[in-house]
């Protein structure tokens, strides 16, 4: 088999270095990845094909799924971005521009699987397009996906594709974080309405079946945080039904955790205390089922404590909130789910400036929420904005104009960077409510007239 010329070249020369063929070097992943799924150090079984291994080598790598990254980084002894990897936040502008499918390479038989990437390019275009007319543009991260053989209109789905439409959804996530879902929300509908169509129509084994389900759950909570965060809250609340009812019916204890979370969070929100603090408690009894690692229980003690907290019952918000860092001191494990990855100190701290805000302890909560936003990076940008936004309507409330102006004038930095999230800017707009009551302030005044530009 030839080798590319050009490409990923970090990866080509550590492999090159153990003098391994493409072909050896995945079927020794593949060893490395049972062996580290039985240590319990990836969460499902896995493999590498020889195609899957080109792609990495290939000169613009998809980002790998995180069990993959994992399996790179152990066998080759380094971090995944030294191996040529750049993670799909970094690349988002470039992305945005993006028209064409991504290329595949020539056709390639493993063991019983033969490809034609011709067709292959025909039957994606036809997929994507389902997403393009409601999305406007080009959408990037729509997988490349499922192929036939030429005058075949039979949609077959191997476990590469799998890969990748678990990445696709992986990175969905990832853009989420760095730049909220205004813009992502219709383009994670479209990849599911395309996922679905895989499920309904295309020809696959059982073990493939049972993976294309579970993307399907994951992409489905997702989608409902992605119109939660756009605020498109009837539409949330539909999709994260949907996703627990997938849970139930597949028995993923992961997948209803993840989704009674999203679902307490957003109940918090709409102003149902009582049943955020229900829907905490009973994903709770879901990760107890499947073991979750520390990190979790650490996110769901501080959604139970934000429904305490609505409610006004100091005491058990405070209790929450000391299980919650508790939990957290554990540090993270190979077993935390990718969807926990988002709650680090500065976020657990903001959720806990947020309680005492409710509370109505302004001076206290202007404090924790000023150290949350000295803490978080940038990755995080969306989860910033919103801690910048609380931070101002709890210094509002504490009568320091300055403080507030500061916050939000750091907010704004972020969204004229292309952050955007519906949910932050309504934050805003309450901010923007109460600085117009200071108009003998200056700098209050105009900041007011600036948020009203934004507002408006």
């Not at 949350?372 to 995080?380: A, N």
Request: aromatic content about 6%; some cysteine.
């Amino acid at each position: 088999m030839g080798e590319p010329s050009r490409g990923n070249r970090h990866l080509k020369r550590e492999r090159q270095k153990v003098h391994l063929t493409q072909e050896q070097n995945a079927e020794k992943l593949t060893k490395l990845a049972a062996t580290m799924y039985e240590a319990g150090e990836l969460t499902r079984r896995t493999s590498v094909s020889p195609r899957q291994f080109r792609r990495w080598e290939s000169a613009a790598p998809p980002w790998p799924h995180p069990d993959h990254r994992k399996l790179l980084e152990r066998f080759y002894g380094r971090p995944i971005h030294e191996l040529g990897f750049i993670p799909p936040g970094d690349v988002l502008a470039s992305m945005l521009t993006v028209r064409e499918p991504v290329p595949v390479p020539p056709a390639v038989r493993t063991e019983d699987e033969t490809y034609d990437p011709v067709n292959r390019r025909k039957l994606f275009t036809r997929g994507a397009a389902l997403g393009m007319t409601a999305a406007g543009a080009g959408l990037p991260w729509l997988s490349p996906t499922a192929a036939a053989e030429p005058g075949d209109n039979e949609l077959r789905v191997s476990h590469d594709d799998v890969e990748e439409l678990r990445s696709a959804t992986h990175d969905l996530d990832v853009i989420d974080q760095r730049f909220g879902s205004d813009r992502l929300w219709r383009g994670a509908r479209n990849q599911l309405m395309w996922l679905h169509h895989l499920i309904d129509n295309g020809t696959y084994t059982d073990p493939v079946g049972q993976e294309l389900q579970t993307i399907a759950g994951q992409l489905t909570t997702s989608l409902g945080w992605f119109c939660y965060d756009a605020d498109r809250q009837a539409e949330a609340r539909v999709y994260f039904s949907e996703a627990l009812n997938t849970a139930m019916l597949n028995g993923d204890d992961a997948l209803a955790t993840r989704t009674l979370s999203n679902m307490a969070r957003q109940s918090v929100d709409l102003g149902k205390a009582r049943e955020a603090i229900r829907f905490a408690r009973i994903a709770q009894a879901h990760a107890t089922e499947w073991s979750a690692p520390p990190r979790v229980g650490a996110l769901l003690a501080i959604r139970e404590a934000q429904g305490h907290a609505r409610l006004g019952d100091e005491i058990s918000a405070v209790s929450a909130i000391k299980r919650a860092w508790k939990h957290f001191e554990h540090g993270t494990s190979q077993r935390d789910p990718d969807w926990t990855a988002f709650l680090n100190e500065a976020e657990l701290t903001c959720l806990e400036g947020m309680c005492r805000l409710d509370f109505g302890q302004h001076r206290q909560s202007v404090k924790i929420l000023d150290r949350s936003t000295q803490l978080q990076d940038i990755d995080h940008s969306r989860n910033l904005g919103m801690c910048l936004a609380r931070l101002a309507y709890a210094a509002l409330q504490g009568r320091d104009l300055d403080h507030s102006v500061h916050a939000v004038d750091e907010s704004l930095r972020l969204i004229e960077g292309g952050m955007t999230s519906t949910r932050n800017m309504k934050q805003l707009t309450l901010v923007r409510n109460g600085l117009t009551l200071h108009q003998e302030h200056r700098p209050a005044r105009e900041m007011a007239e600036r948020l009203t530009e934004y507002t408006a």
